[in-house]
């Protein structure tokens, strides 16, 4: 059944383009000296958030389908849930559910990938994100599978560790690789051997996203399948060793290989079987397509691509099937904003660069990479510098603007969204200066943007995904900065848990039509999907969350 809006029956809509602007890890938290976004010097926004109405979003934990408000938001749910207007449960508690009730052992993928290696005398390899930060993978859905492959017959595991230090602290690695090496000490026997094999830092192997640096790749391929690279007695060892030499974060830190005797001890050999078990999307889709892809893979030269049954935690990309076999079915997001416009006429842009550009396609689509119409919809991506984002903090938001103003002036679309990824990734390195900066090169965009806007007769929503850049240190109970012995701040790489800012930028003759809605603390990112098509002059679908306006 087509899925269409209907026109309000009081207010028609804003005459000129309706945007959307999401602000990538901008986050609403006290003025401490970690936040970014207030230290910064921000004219545009101070003048936002001063004259035009302005309400807080929940992005974090159950409000965008995670599973506790313990959990941190991130750009893929919290584009989710922007797209789609509604929450649906998330990567994190598919996954513990279908643990906990054993139906992801009973699914026919676990059971291939068994007795694959049962009747082969291989080994069952895991790779993924080595933490509990609950963003891309979390390592309590590591130890249950590695209990249940011994219980099952197992006789050999080897894990491949991708250091995190993003989503969870800088320098934690450790408190996560010892207490893994006892529990895996606990569980080997004489017909069982489970040990780590390789690693590395998530920003420098494997986990690439939306094709941006296929080297990180490679070298992942290299560390973990041929087992080629530095070698150490254990992946403790490699860490402190690394820390030393290099000083760098734990989510930098350069590939390491186990070995004993000098050969590795876990490559990945015909008859293998190998779990990604990493349940976020966008950096498990590169080196899926690594093991997935058949003779016509062509992005770096293999050098021996071993027969095995290689399987996600989750399908990744569910228009093009990567991975092939995958162990817990995604959330099946339905109902899309996307899918409505197109249904309805509406001409619609996304557009940023590379880093984010699947954040408003694929994950604002419903994790779909396709589009509804190919006449009504334009995407652009603007290519991502290859560098350290603290090195250009600016990243190309400049860019993204031109086109994006050029798109605007076209007359082409009703309906554009943007992301700007500068708050996020520049966020992520822990560098304050360099987010202030980040900041500061948004602010000067937005400032080239609104006035364009206004001249056509156009509305923006501005908001955030989740926050990052209001807490580049650490914090305590109170909020203020945690102080380290030598009383310095401890950096924070990570997301918060702070609401973000929406703010409705309106100066046409529309807005004495609606009014902003008291902000009473229940708002989401799932209620900006409703206020986008009631500001087009249509009514949301029943099924999506509240809208933040009212039509008088």
Known sequence: MRKTLKKLQKFSGVKGPVVTVVMDGVGLAPDTAGNAVAAAYTPCLDMLMKNYPTVSLKAHGTAVGLPSDDDMGNSEVGHNALGAGQVFAQGAKLVSNSIESGKMFASATWQELVANVKATGGTLHFLGLFSDGNVHSHIDHLKAMVREAKVEGVKTVRIHTLIDGRDVGETSALEYIEPFEAFLADLNSTDFDAAIASGGGRMTITMDRYEANWAMVELGWKTHVLGEGRQFASAAEAVKTYRAETKVIDQDLPPFVIAKDGKPVGTVNDGDSVIFYNFRGDRS????????????????????????????????????????????????????MSEYLANTGVSQLAISETQKYGHVTYFWNGNKSGKFSEELETYIEVPSDVVPFEQRPWMKCAEITDKLIECLESGKYKYLRVNFPNGDMVGHTGSLAATRCSMEALDLQLARLLPVIDRLGGVALLTAD???????????????????????????????????????????????????????????????????????????????????????
């Open 285 to 336: 889709i590169e080196i899926s397509k690594a093991f997935d892809g058949g003779a016509e893979f062509d992005k770096f030269d293999r050098v021996r691509v071993p027969r095995v049954v290689y399987a996600g935690m989750l399908e990744y990309d569910g228009d093009l099937h990567i991975p092939k076999k995958y162990l817990v079915s995604p959330p099946e997001i339905t109902n899309t």
């Open 466 to 552: 989740h926050g990052n850049a209001d807490e580049m240190y650490e914090t305590d109970k109170q909020g203020q900065p945690k102080v380290g012995k030598d009383g310095s701040y401890k950096a924070k790489t990570s997301h918060t848990l702070n609401r973000v800012p929406c703010i409705i930028y309106d100066n046409t003759e529309a807005k004495n039509a609606y009014t902003v809605k008291a902000d009473n603390g229940d708002f989401g990112l799932s209620s900006v999907a409703a206020t986008m098509v009631n500001l087009m002059g249509f009514e949301a679908p029943e099924m999506w969350d509240s809208s933040i306006i009212e039509v008088k």
